[in-house]
Each structure stands twice: as C-alpha cells, then as structure tokens.
C-alpha cells in the first residue's frame, strides 16, 4: 500500500481526559487491532495560546470561544498548577482515517453522545456550567475528551499546525517537505531574517520544513500576502520552548 491510500488526521487527547485517566481508554479505541490506524506522530504540549487559537480559529466569533481556548490550554482543570497543563497530540495514519476517528469520537456534546451512540469516547465527557466572576452561570463548555479532524483538507491545516515534518517518521510524512535555505525567527507576531534575545528560531539553513509554511515565511519576508498566517507556522516551533506566563 502506497502514502496515497492512506489518509492522516489528527487527535487531540484533550486535559480533560488526561486528569480523568482516559488516556489509556482513547489510545485503545484508537489502536490499529480496533480501528486499523497507526501512530505517525506524537507529542506531549503545553498548549500556548497562540497555538489554542489557531486551532480553533473557525469559532472566533461564537460564544464559547473563549472558555474553549481555556479549556484545551488545561487552564480550567488546573487552574494552580500549570505544569499538570498538557495535551497529547496525535497523527494517525490509516484507510479513511479521518472519518474513522470521527465516530470512534463521536457527538460533539457528550448528552447527545450518551443518548445516540453509546459507546463512543464522547459519551464519556461532560457539560459542565461556565460561570462569570459572580458566580453567576453564563453558558456550557463541553468537555468532549478528544478531538479529531472533521474532514482531510482540515486535518492537514491541523497536523501542519501542530507536527513539524521531523516529528514524523519520513516514510509516514503525509505533505510535501523542503529544505530551508535560509534562517527565519519568531517574536510577538512577528518574522525576522537575525537573531536577537527573546527571538524564538523557527527554522535554519537545511532544515527540513513543511513545503507550505516555507511558502508562507517567505512571502512575509517579501511584503507579500501569505496564504495562511505567521501563527499557523511558528505555533509548531514554540511548542514547549518556555512556560506560558497567561
Ligand atoms: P473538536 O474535535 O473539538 O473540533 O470538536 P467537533 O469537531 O466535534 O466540534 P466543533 O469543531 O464544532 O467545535 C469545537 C469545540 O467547540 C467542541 O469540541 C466543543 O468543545 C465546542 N463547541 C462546539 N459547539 C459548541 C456549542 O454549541 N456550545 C458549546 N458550549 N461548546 C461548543
Ligand atoms: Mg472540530
């Protein structure tokens, strides 16, 4: 079987799981003996906020928004101790990988799971009250345990987000890979060309990088449009480099 019969996704085993000790629980429905998926990457992240809000970009506007950045970022189930703040991230690799993950995933609000497919890692999650400095109750945040890409060209915008192409085995790589020529730092929303202090390195000369996120780098470089942000590309690279300080 060649990479093209195969498709990628992405999992988030997100804090919620990891305090309750599902994790266990999520990798075994996820095996290949169940769901005929193998690992192609893996990590263990703090999750900056930059990062949380890339992620979830597309809910921007929604209400929950703001309590969903929290929560992925493990600030509501460790709220004092911020070194327990973890998610574990996950490529799979797989025949229809992306959809098969979906329903092992199932609803995303852990009620409906519960009542329409039980049995589902889902259905094990919770809606718990979010509430404002008063402690008065403003809304609902799911904590549905995992996440799982909704479709192929989404989970290639997430595992690029969040794997660089070394975090993958080479024969697994699902996207195309180049060679940088040049070095490229990162700080407070902006790309330069020399190192300073307090500038994170993003990629140096013969690293190997994601083919489309060198595009994007250099067309910041250039003055040009990118077609995806600098966040999309430098989450990747600040992962776990120093502790959060929000
Ligand atoms: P993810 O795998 O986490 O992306 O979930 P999903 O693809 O099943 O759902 P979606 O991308 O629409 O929403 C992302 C996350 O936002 C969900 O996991 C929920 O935690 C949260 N969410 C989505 N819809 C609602 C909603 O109507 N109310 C609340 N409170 N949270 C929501
Ligand atoms: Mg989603």
Same mark, same amino acid.
């Given at each position: ?9 992405? !999992? ?34 703090? =999750? ?42 996950? =490529? ?8 098969? =993950? ?9 009620? &409906? ?38 479709? &192929? ?79 999309? !590309?430098?989450?990747?690279?600040? =992962? ?7």
């Amino acid at each position: 079987m060649t990479n093209q019969n195969l498709e990628h996704t992405l !999992v988030l085993i997100k804090p919620d799981a990891l305090k309750n000790s599902l994790t266990g629980y999520v990798l075994s429905q996820l095996s290949e003996y169940h769901a005929g998926l193998r690992f192609a990457g893996s990590k263990i992240v703090n =999750v900056p906020r930059m990062l949380a809000e890339e992620h979830y970009a597309e809910h921007r506007a929604k209400p929950f928004y703001f309590s969903l950045i929290d929560f992925i970022r493990g600030r509501d189930q460790y709220p004092d101790a911020p070194e327990k703040r973890r998610v574990i991230a996950l =490529v799979y690799q797989g025949v229809d990988a992306v959809q098969k =993950v979906r329903d092992i995933a199932g609803p995303t609000d852990p009620h &409906v799971a519960r009542e329409t497919r039980p049995g589902c890692v889902r259905a094990l999650g919770s809606v718990v009250p979010v509430k404002d400095a008063d402690g008065n109750v403003i809304g609902h945040r799911m904590d549905n345990l995992i996440h799982a890409s909704a479709t &192929v060209p989404e989970a290639e915008r997430e595992i690029k987000l969040w794997f660089k192409p070394t975090d993958i085995p080479p024969l697994m790589r699902p996207y195309e890979t180049v060679t940088c020529d040049q070095s490229y730092y990162y700080q407070e929303g902006q790309l330069f060309t020399e190192y300073a202090a307090d500038r994170t390195l993003l990629v140096a000369p013969g690293a190997c990088v994601w083919k489309t996120d060198l595009e994007v780098l250099n067309a910041i470089n250039e003055g040009a449009t990118p077609a995806y942000t600098l966040e999309a !590309v430098a989450s990747k690279y600040v =992962v776990n480099e120093r502790p959060e300080e929000d």
